[in-house]
């Protein structure tokens, strides 16, 4: 497995992710066309620091030995994150939310839900 590839691909997209939400709250908002006042932008930016914080981690731990149990914390953890909000996206598209943003964003987090997936499942081979 090309662990560093995965976690490097990883922080990137949180980083970008993480700083949209946290600098360009109400523009999210707008653009999905909720509401763009209040307590929802304060959510959004709360959203942002998780990407952030998730980044950092995938960021810090590309140089590391991860599958099977070695840095099996940081690759469940990545692991559930992608699973989770793959299901929720797939969950929307069979909603009606058939945008293009949407479908991309469930191709993003399916193929590193499943990549993730096998990182976790399977013995790294050191080189």
């Known amino acids: 497995m090309h662990t560093k590839i995965l976690m490097s691909l990883s922080a990137f997209l949180m980083a970008v992710a993480g700083l949209a939400a946290s600098f360009l709250p109400k523009e999210i908002l707008a653009y999905a066309g909720a509401w763009d006042e209040g307590f929802e932008v304060f959510l959004v930016q709360v959203l ?55 479908i991309a964003a469930v191709a993003i987090y399916v193929i590193f839900a499943l990549w993730f997936g096998a990182v976790i499942f399977t013995h790294p081979l050191k080189k």
Request: charged share 5%; proline share 2%; no cysteine.
């Open 48 to 102: 942002g620091a998780l990407y952030l914080g998730f980044a950092m981690l995938n960021w810090m731990a590309r140089i590391n030995l991860i599958g099977g149990i070695y840095s099996r914390p940081v690759a469940m953890g990545n692991f559930m994150h992608f699973v989770v909000v793959a299901a929720t996206l797939v969950k929307a598209v069979f909603a009606g939310f058939h945008s293009f943003e949407m």
